[in-house]
């Protein structure tokens, strides 16, 4: 009998390899007992240099086919949690929205979103049971913090559940402790425990 995993799809960020960015994964999948899938971006310029495209109806049809891909060779239906790093974690999350039927979390890493979110966005994905989980460094973009602050006031002020941390030492990266934060913040995005975000957690990062 096929063991039922939760289904993490990562996102890496702009002008990327989706294999270096696999490598920050790899405990996560043991860690939560999720299985994570990690595709290039819909724009391949090389084998190893990979990005999202700005028009967001393209990654939209390439990330469903993937899924969909991913349940039929599977054989059953799993939670699927979208997560992603930079230029990666602003097209998880418009995903995350548009398809809140089906995503049942959005991790954001270092995150930026290029566009406000609609009221009415935000509403229905609450309804749907959406939650996010976005982390960023204390020496982030400031234009990318701003975007970050702005959609967590958007998804607090339409009752979905939201939890941003700050990490301190943190530049634009990806933290260093990325399964402990996981791991601790892993039944609350699930929506089985409460959240343990805490302005005092600590960490390092790592490009």
């Known amino acids: ?3 039922h ?3 993490i799809l990562a996102l ?3 002008n990327a390899s989706y294999l270096e960015f696999a490598l920050h994964w790899r405990a996560v999948a043991d860690s939560l ?3 994570v899938l990690i595709p290039p971006g819909c724009i391949r310029y090389s084998a190893n240099d990979n990005s999202w495209d700005d028009i967001y109806n393209v ?3 390439y990330l469903t086919s993937l899924l969909d891909r991913y349940t039929e060779q599977c054989g059953y239906t799993p939670e699927v949690y979208v997560a992603g790093f930079s230029q990666g974690a602003n ?3 418009k995903y995350g929205f548009v398809h809140s039927d089906r995503v049942r979390g959005v991790i954001a890493v270092a995150g930026l979103l290029d566009q406000p979110l609609l009221p ?3 509403a229905n994905s609450a309804g749907s049971g959406l939650r996010i989980y976005a982390m960023s460094g204390e020496y982030e973009t400031p234009g990318f913090l701003q975007t970050m602050k702005q959609a967590e006031k958007a998804c607090k002020s339409g009752n979905l559940p939201f939890e941003f941390e700050m990490v301190p030492g943190m530049s634009h990266e990806v933290p260093t402790d990325l399964v402990n934060r996981l791991g601790k913040e892993w039944a609350w995005l699930s929506g089985a425990g409460s959240s ?3 302005s005092t957690t600590i960490g390092g990062a790592i490009k």
């Open 1 to 3: 009998m096929a063991v």
């Open 12 to 14: 890496h960020g702009g």
């Open 5 to 7: 995993r939760p289904l």
């Open 120 to 122: 009415e966005m935000v």
């Open 59 to 61: 990654c939209d049809g």
């Open 33 to 35: 007992n999720v299985a």
């Open 196 to 198: 343990s975000v805490s």
């Open 91 to 93: 097209t998880a999350i």
